[in-house]
C-alpha cells in the first residue's frame, strides 16, 4: 500500500510538471512573440 | 543475400506505396470533413459526444489541447494501474495471476499510456486476459489515437493562417479511433485468425510431447491485441517473445502483413498532411526522405545478416546459402521467416517505433545492431509510429528551413509560415528531449550496482543492451535487445521516466509550435523562398536528420555496437 501512494505520487509529480512544462512553453511562446524579439 | 530476400522486400515496399494513396485520403476525410466517413458509425461518434458533454464544433488553443490530452492519459495510467495491481480480484484470470508488482505496474502503465510497450514482464505469465483485453489492448487504441490527434493538430497549425485554434483533441481522438484505427483492426484480427492466430477466452491447454512430457500452451484473446499492437507503433505483444511466437505471427505471409501494419498508416499520413496543406508533392516529399532512409537501414541490416558470423567458419558451421538452407546468421531467428523476413521486420519495427520483434535482436550481427539503434535515435523520423512519426519529420523540417535560411540570409518559411524564433527554440526542446533523456539515463545506469550488474554481457555489447534499452524507451519503440534484466525497480522506474520524457516532453512542444503557427500570416511565396516541395529539400531534410541524430549519439554507438563490430570482426566476444 506503501509502494502504491509512492508510485502513484511519482505519477501526479511528473504530471504537475509537464502541465508547468506546457506553461513554459506557452511562455517562452509569448515572449518571442514580442515584435521586438524578432526584430521588428 | 537471395533473389527471394530481395524480392520480399521491394514486394513489401510496393504494397506500403500502393496504399499510401487511398489511406491518405481516407484519413484526410476523417480529420477535415464534417461528416462520418463511415456513416454506421456516426450515431456512435455523436453518441460518445454527448456521454462525454463535448461540443466537437468547439475548437481549442494548443494550451487547452495539450492539457485535455494530458488529462486524459493521466487518467489512462491511474486506470492502468489499478487494474494490474487489483488483477486477482478481477474477472477473466484462469492462470490465477496475482496482482503485479508496484514499480512494474507503474512501468507498464506508463509503457502503455505512452505508445510505448515496452515490456519488462512476459504477457502470457503475467497478465490476466481482463488485463490484457481491458488494460493493454485499449491503451494500445488510444496512444496511438492520441499520436494521430497531435500530428493532425501540427498539420493544421501549418496550414491555417491567422487563427488561433488548432482542432478539438476530443474530436480527433474519436475521430482516429473510430474511422482509422477499429475498421482496420476488425479486418486486420480476423485475416490473423484465419491464418491461425488464436481469438479465445479459454484457459492454456496442456499437451504432451512425443517423450512423454506435459507442455503448458497459453492461449488467450490473442488476434484483437496483436492487430493494434501492430497498427499503433505500440508493439506490445501478447506473449513474451512477440511475433517470434507462432501464435502472434504463425506464418511467412502474417509477417508480411504485420509490417504492412506497422508501416501503413504511419506511411499514408505522410498523404493526408499533402492534402491538408493543399499539395500533395510537400507530402511525397517527406514520404521520400523517411523512404530514403529506410531504405538504407534495410539494406545494411540484410547486407550484415546474410554475410553470417565471421566467428563461426574457425567452427566449421555451414552458413553458405544452400537447397536445405537460406544461409547467413540464424541465431535468434525463426526459419519459417529467415534473414529477410527477419531483417526488414526490425527495420520496419525500429523505423516505425513499433518495437514488435520476429527475431531476437540481441543476436543480429553489431553492425545491424547500430542500425537498429540509429533507426530509433532519429527520434521516429524515419515513418515513425502512426502521428509520432508524422510530428518528428515536421519539427526537423521546421529546423531544415531553419538552416536554410541561415545559409541564405533570409527569414525561414515552411508552407506559407515565416518560422521565427519561437517556433524553433521550441522545436529544439521536442528534438532535445529525446537525445537528453536517453544519454543521461544510459550514463547513469552504466556507472551504478543497480544499473549494470543486470547485464546478461560485459563490453561493449553490454554496453549496447543498455543504450538499447533507454533508447527504445525514450524512442517510444519499446523492443527490448535481450540480455538485460529489467524487471527491477531501477529499471522500472528509470525506464518509465525515459518513457514519459519520450513522449509528452516531446507532444507538449508540438503543440505549442502548431499554436503558434497557426497564428502566422500566410507570406507568399517569393523568389527567396526556398522549395520544399523539391528533391532538393528531401536531400536537406535527410542531412538535418542524420546531423541531429548523429552528432548527439555517435559517441555513445562508437562505445557500443561500433566497438563490437571491429572487436567481433577479429573474433572478440564479449
Known sequence: MILDIVMLALVVAAWVGAAAYAGACDRLMHTEQRPEANGQ | VTSQGWLLIIIFAALTGLLVKPLGGYMAAVFTGPAAPLRPLGPLERGLYRLAGVDPAVEQGWLAYALALLAFHLAGILVLYALQRLQGFLPLNPSGFDAVSPDLALNTAVSFVTNTSWQSYGGETTLSYFVQMTGITVQSFLSVASGIAVAMALVRGLARHGGATIGNFWVDMTRGTLYVLLPIAIIAAVFLIWQGVPQTLGGAVEASTLDGAKQVISLGPVASQEVIKLMSGDGGGFFNVNSAHPFENPTALTN????????????????????????????????GAMAAMFAAGVVVIYAAEARGNPNFVPLHIDQAVGGAQGGGNMEGKEVRFGIAGSSLFATVATASSDGAVDAMLDSYNPLSGFVLMANMMVDEAIIGAPGSGLFSILLFAIVAVFVAGLMVGRTPEYLGNKIHAAEVKITMLALLAVPAAILALTAIAAVVPAGFSELGNNGPHGFSELLYAYT????????????????????????????FIGRFMVIIPVLAVAGSLATKRLVPASAGTLPTDSLQFAGLLIGTVLIVGGLAFFPALALGPLAEHFAWSVGALY
Do not use: C
Open chain 2, 256 to 287: 508480411l502483413v504485420e509490417m504492412l501494419l506497422i508501416f501503413v498508416i504511419g506511411a499514408a499520413l505522410t498523404n493526408t498532411f499533402g492534402r491538408m496543406v493543399g499539395d500533395a508533392r510537400q507530402g511525397w516529399v517527406l514520404l
Open chain 2, 472 to 499: 527504445s524507451a525514450t524512442a517510444t519503440n519499446g523492443s527490448a535487445f535481450a540480455g538485460l534484466s529489467a524487471n527491477t525497480p531501477f529499471f522500472n522506474l528509470t525506464l518509465a521516466l525515459a518513457m
